[in-house]
């Protein structure tokens, strides 16, 4: 059974501080910001941490005027945002009245029936007169902040998390397994999902980006209930469409999330694209398996096991951030290796599950202490006690007690998992290992300490 991590959606019109508020949430400068409107062309997403709490927060792309020829309103790319986000941020700017756009925004936001938070930004721009007339607008729950000085941010925060759902589990149906194709436009995501389902279910057309939302099948394979989702393609920064395809990383986070397994899918002929890496990153983040699926091969006119093998060499070096993801050559159009994804994803699926006893993991930190000691940094050196199985963490996540636990130096951490991995196979499976020190209390999901790496 899946958990879906929460999506806190920042929209509003151009120029008022998205990409600022975005980044002073994560705490760190992932947006370009610049003082032109219209600066962020795409969506960026990430995970955000706050009080022992953790949810998605999407960075929109400014809302203006349709210039593409699907000619979407204001009002449909909102409704779009508001069908995956479970709490949006509507931004204003202080100093500048309401105006019709804003009241757009606000008014099908609060149609949605989801939380809604009115950011008031750049109140240090404005006088109280100018400000006194945004709690009339409509929405019950509002914040002051200016990004740029810091201000209100944790107040915001805070007002977020009261708003925020409890960590959604989707109900099993007869112990389906959710699986997801995930990649850019024109890789072919559609063809193999009308392989996969073998029936002509999504739009399928040369030009990218035909597929707009999520299509879904059921199929049974193995006496095993299996849910495929098609979701729409993400396209690079800068190539973003106006319109319901700027929206579509939404629904892509939101098909992750629901997600147990993600199928990657790359175009063979236009390998290690940036983008497919952030995807696999997406994925590995929200804890979910992932199979490297590099499709079309049926187009490749030499077929050399020779060069398949520079090509996969290629990719795991590209990817070796996702080291344990298996790797699969296909043709939806030829039917090769298809019934291979099946198999894999079982398998995959079946090693999210295992559960490994307490005495063998307590032996094999055991043995990898006493072949290596950790080493710390500050001249802090942790010492690492014993390591318990998480047991409702629906990714293979592990719990390792000790002292100093905080000043474990990035460089071990890599060495243990690489020894876990060699002692137990979680093929296909992001593995998590908390470090907490003893007698502190953890809370499911989040670690007590700082270091999130």
Not at 35 to 61: C, N, P, Q
Not at 303 to 324: G, T
Request: with cysteine.
């Amino acid at each position: 059974m899946a958990k879906q991590t929460p999506i806190v959606a920042i929209v509003g019109r151009t120029n008022v501080g998205k990409s600022s508020l975005y980044n002073s949430i994560l705490n760190r400068r992932e947006a370009i910001i610049a003082k032109e409107a219209g600066t962020t062309r795409d969506s960026l997403m990430s995970k955000a941490y706050w009080k022992d709490h953790e949810f998605w927060i999407v960075d929109t792309a400014g809302l203006k005027d349709p210039e593409d020829e699907f000619e979407f309103t204001i009002q449909e790319q909102i409704y779009m945002a508001a069908d995956s986000a479970d709490v949006i941020l509507v931004v204003v700017e202080a100093n500048v009245p309401i105006n019709e756009d804003d009241r757009k925004l606000i008014n099908i936001a609060l149609k949605s029936k989801k939380p809604v938070i009115l950011v008031i930004n750049k109140i240090d721009k404005a006088n109280l007169k100018e400000i006194d007339h945004f709690n009339r607008v409509g929405i019950k729950i509002y914040s002051y902040v200016s990004v740029t000085q810091g201000r209100g941010i944790e107040e915001l925060l805070n007002k977020v998390l009261d708003n925020l759902p409890t960590l959604k589990h989707r109900e099993p149906i007869q112990d389906s397994i959710k699986i997801s194709i995930i990649g850019r436009p024109n890789v072919g995501k559609s063809y193999l999902f009308n392989s996969l389902a073998k029936k002509q279910q999504a739009i399928v057309s040369e030009r990218a980006g035909t597929t707009r939302d999520i299509n879904r099948t059921n199929i049974k394979y193995h006496s095993k209930n299996i849910e495929i989702m098609d979701t729409a393609g993400i396209r690079r920064s800068g190539k973003i469409e106006v319109g319901v395809e700027r929206f579509s990383v939404l629904r892509t986070i939101s098909a992750i999330e629901e997600s147990d397994v993600c199928l990657l899918v790359m175009d063979n002929s236009e390998l290690n694209v940036s983008l497919d890496l952030k995807l696999a990153g997406l994925i590995k983040e929200a804890g979910k398996g992932l199979i490297l699926v590099i499709s079309k091969w049926d187009i490749v006119e030499d077929k050399d096991p020779y060069k398949r093998d520079e090509m996969a060499a290629s990719l795991i070096n590209n990817f070796d951030f996702v080291p344990w993801a298996p790797l699969l050559f296909v043709s939806a159009i030829s039917g090769q290796n298809v019934t291979k994804i099946f198999d894999l994803v079982l398998e995959v699926y079946d090693k999210r599950l295992k559960k490994i006893p307490t005495s063998e993991l307590n032996k094999w930190l055991t043995e990898s202490t006493a072949h290596l000691t950790p080493k710390g940094i500050k001249n802090r050196n942790p010492k690492l006690n014993y390591i318990i199985q998480e047991k409702d963490n629906p990714m293979p996540a592990f719990k390792i007690f000790g002292s100093n636990t905080s000043y474990i130096h990035f460089s071990y951490k890599r060495y243990l998992e690489k020894r876990f991995r060699k002692s137990f196979d979680f093929t296909g499976n992001p593995i998590k290992f908390w470090f907490i020190e003893k007698h502190v209390s953890h809370k499911h999901g989040i670690s007590p300490t700082k270091d999130r790496t």
